[in-house]
């Protein structure tokens, strides 16, 4: 079982489209327990 995801991108670098609270939302409908942003520079 997945308990986490180290490798979120965000709109920041880019990569994705959403708010962070999004990912957060998500990351708990899907009994995530730790969760971790890694955006690419230039940020």
């Known amino acids: 079982m ?3 995801d180290y490798h979120i991108h965000t709109v ?3 990569h994705a489209k959403g708010e ?3 990912y957060i939302n998500f990351a708990i ?3 995530l327990r730790e969760i971790g942003f890694s955006d690419h520079a230039p940020m």
Request: charged share 25%; hydrophobic share 15%; proline share 0%.
């Open 2 to 4: 997945i308990t986490g």
């Open 12 to 14: 920041r670098c880019g």
């Open 20 to 22: 962070l609270q999004d």
């Open 29 to 31: 409908s899907k009994n």
